[in-house]
């Protein structure tokens, strides 16, 4: 991880240059469009959105706000197989919840009337033609990257007879595959794509929209260009796998006539370290029980990293801080995680929670009695203010593995005679051991310095260690789900032939602490607040299975790169 990402938090506004937004200033500077610069969002509505749609997500409505042009959303529902209104209305919550806000609302599927007129108007100028060859003809009518290809029997079809087929394709009297309708440009082209493209194609199936009263649904490449034309989009971002698809948009816009059409710019898609963003992976992940569903905190979705505690704002940050290049690149996690760090530092409240308590007996502290200390909610650095009381009493727990019987060298925290400094508290020293029979550890007797109240000694001895800790009689037990990567490896998809990224999966990737303790004071905090328990992590309840009386906690990040150590460590 690398300190020299910049912490900001105002992504959306922070004027920047990548390549695609010099294009934008010089579309500005120059007129072209003579219209403010417009961008859309075009997701399909068959999943939920991830953290590559965030991207281009900060992208498209990023310009829009830094130029002072437009952003629609819409909807590329083209396919009637998988979409659902239900992922319709999940997209638009997210888009609201990472901070943005459409010009317009559309919907591809609004536009198959003119979709279909654009098709009359090629196949009236021959532009088009009704092709009744099977897929697999069709196919191999292509050609290779080699050779050119053949053109079907059906190319030479007359204006009429086209004409006469497509009205009746739409009038849904012939079956699914009967005929299609391909755009007549040239079959020895150097671009497979434009080797005559499929424009239209019968599909007797119900659309969550336009119910059963559609049946020739147009090809994503002959919608999406079209789309963007229709609604007066000037550059239309894509990644950079439609590349050779902007041939077959330049010459859709062109034929249907649009003038100053919209241009396509390419750029490399977001691909992170550790987990997979596509949909279909995505939906494996839940299908196969591996999560939880789409809301699994470990889930790159936004749905998850909301469950999971992370901010918008540091998505948007994160955005930023990758940027937009023309060649691929993978994104290492610690980036990720970085900025999920780096917005919850300086506005979290600091509470004390023990993951893996062992008691601590303060032998010379009076039975029944309660010091009621102040302790800062925030350190120097952070410019907020506010404490809390914490309770401290005789018995108090600390975590495990701050206490070691026979400590190496560096080990500075607590052991038998060791002093160290019990937070906001007072410097305890570890007088006894108590095991049980089976020779574990069961209780530390420690005793405290009555002088050294708030965590100073008057007579300036030091201490190496402080630990967290929680009286025992005043701490409330909960759940922590300590999340993690949900791969083992930066590449899930780098795996042998015959396996796939299932088997990347971390096994670790959820760990249940079930008997942790938290100080009380949460118990007064709103349920979506956000903490740094002291020397662990971030951490907020989780929205749905948190109760008032079983407290449940999420991980949302760790303090520092607990991965990046684990590996070094084997
Ligand atoms: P997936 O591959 O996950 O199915 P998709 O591209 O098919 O994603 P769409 O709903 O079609 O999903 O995408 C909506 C928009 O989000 C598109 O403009 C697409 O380019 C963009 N997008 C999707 N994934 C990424 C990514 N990893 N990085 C950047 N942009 C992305
Ligand atoms: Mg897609």
Not at 69 to 77: E, I, P, Q, V, W
Not at 334 to 345: P, Q, T, V, Y
Request: charged share 30%; with cysteine.
């Amino acid at each position: 991880m690398s300190d020299t990402i910049p912490a900001d938090h105002n992504s959306a506004l922070a004027p920047r240059r990548d390549f695609i937004r010099e294009m934008v200033a010089d579309d500005v500077a120059n007129g072209h469009f003579g219209r403010a610069p417009a961008t859309r969002f075009p997701p399909e509505p068959n999943g939920f959105l991830h953290m590559g749609h965030a991207k281009s997500i900060c992208l498209n409505f990023g310009i829009a706000k830094e130029f002072g042009g437009t952003c629609n959303l819409r909807f590329d529902d083209t396919n009637p197989a998988t979409e659902d209104v239900k992922y319709v209305e999940a997209i638009k919550r997210d888009i609201e919840w990472l901070g943005f806000q459409w010009d317009a609302e559309y919907y591809a599927s609004d536009y198959f009337e003119k979709l279909y007129d654009i098709a009359e108007g090629l196949v009236r100028r021959d532009k088009a033609y009704v092709d009744s060859q099977t897929e697999q003809q069709i196919r191999e009518g292509r050609g290779t990257v080699t050779t050119p290809g053949t053109p079907s029997v059906y190319r030479a079809r007359s204006v009429e007879e086209n004409l006469e087929l497509l009205r009746r394709m739409r009038a849904g009297e012939f079956p699914d595959g009967a005929h299609v309708l391909r755009a007549k440009i040239d079959l020895a082209h150097p671009n497979m794509i434009m080797r005559d493209p499929l424009l239209l194609r019968i599909r007797h199936a119900h659309h969550y929209r336009r119910g059963n009263d559609w049946c020739i649904y147009p090809l994503y490449d002959f919608a999406h260009g079209l789309s963007d034309a229709i609604e007066g989009i000037t550059r239309s971002l894509c990644t950079l796998e439609f590349k050779d698809s902007r041939d077959i948009y330049d010459w859709l816009v062109e034929e249907a006539g649009f003038v100053k059409p919209p241009t396509q710019i390419e750029f490399a898609r977001l691909e992170l370290d550790y987990t997979v963003l596509s949909k279909r992976k995505l939906l494996r992940l839940v299908n196969d029980g591996h999560v939880s569903g789409w809301d699994d905190p470990r889930m790159p979705t936004m749905a998850g990293l909301r469950r999971r505690g992370v901010r918008p704002d540091a998505i948007r940050a994160f955005a930023d801080a990758v940027g937009v290049t023309r060649n691929k690149q993978r994104v290492e996690i610690g980036m990720f995680e970085h900025s999920i760090r780096d917005d919850l530092n300086m506005i979290v409240p600091r509470v004390l929670c023990v993951m893996n308590p062992i008691k601590v007996v303060l032998t010379n502290f009076p039975e029944g009695e309660v010091d009621e200390l102040d302790a800062s909610y925030y350190p120097h650095d952070v410019p907020l203010t506010g404490s809390r009381k914490v309770p401290f009493t005789r018995e108090l727990y600390i975590d495990r593995d701050d206490f070691m019987e026979d400590p190496p060298k560096k080990f500075f925290r607590l052991a038998p005679g060791r002093e160290v400094r019990l937070r906001y508290a007072y410097f305890i020293t570890c007088q006894d051991v108590i095991k049980n029979d089976a020779g574990e550890i069961v209780e530390l007797r420690c005793t405290y310095d009555p002088a050294t109240r708030g965590g100073d000694s008057p007579d300036g001895r030091k201490v190496q260690g402080t630990l967290h800790w929680v009286s025992a009689s005043h701490a409330v037990e909960c759940e922590v789900r300590v999340y993690d990567r949900l791969f083992a490896q930066p590449d899930p998809d780098d795996v042998p032939d015959d396996q796939d990224f299932l088997t990347a999966i971390n096994p670790q990737s959820l760990v249940r602490v079930t008997e942790a303790k938290i100080e009380p004071s949460v118990l007064r905090d709103a349920a979506d607040t956000r903490y740094q328990f002291e020397r662990v992590g971030y951490f907020w309840r989780d929205p749905d299975d948190s109760r008032e009386d079983a407290l449940v906690f999420n991980r949302i990040v760790g303090l520092r790169d607990s991965w990046a150590k684990q590996v070094t460590k084997k």
